[in-house]
């Protein structure tokens, strides 16, 4: 089940998140690298590997350095950045809402459509 302004599923990413904000704040630290992670939860580096790729996919952490080869820097998107996109999302689908509510009951787009088709309708049965 997904959660539409957390964006997140409920479940395994879930808890790996609020496990990971708490080891951040034991540690008072703000930023890691997967290898670390590995070794505090005990977990295989696929999943360790999955679970980063889905937080970095619905926003709640991005990479900030490193490279593939030696392991990328993470860090967690603190709230006013998670504010910031969540206010960015709720704008597209408004946008996305209103475009669509304008095209079902008939808005300008779609009359003017009406009206190509039927000129060329007419411009046809002329000829």
Known sequence: MLCLFKMIPFGYSRNFLEMLKSYLSNIGKDTFYSK????????????????????????????????????YEYE???????????SNIDDALEKAFKSLSEWVSGGPKLKVAHLIVEYSLKTQKKA
């Not at 900030?64 to 030696?70: D, M, N, R, V």
């Not at 998107?77 to 996109?85: A, H, M, S, W």
Request: glycine fraction near 10%; charged fraction near 35%; hydrophobic fraction near 35%.
């Open 36 to 71: 670390e992670l590995r070794k505090e939860f005990r977990i295989a580096p696929t999943t360790l590997k999955r679970r980063l790729r889905e937080l970095n996919a619905y926003g709640y952490i991005k990479i900030i350095g490193g490279a593939s080869a030696k392991g």
């Open 76 to 86: 967690l998107v603190t709230n006013g950045e998670y504010d910031k996109l969540k």
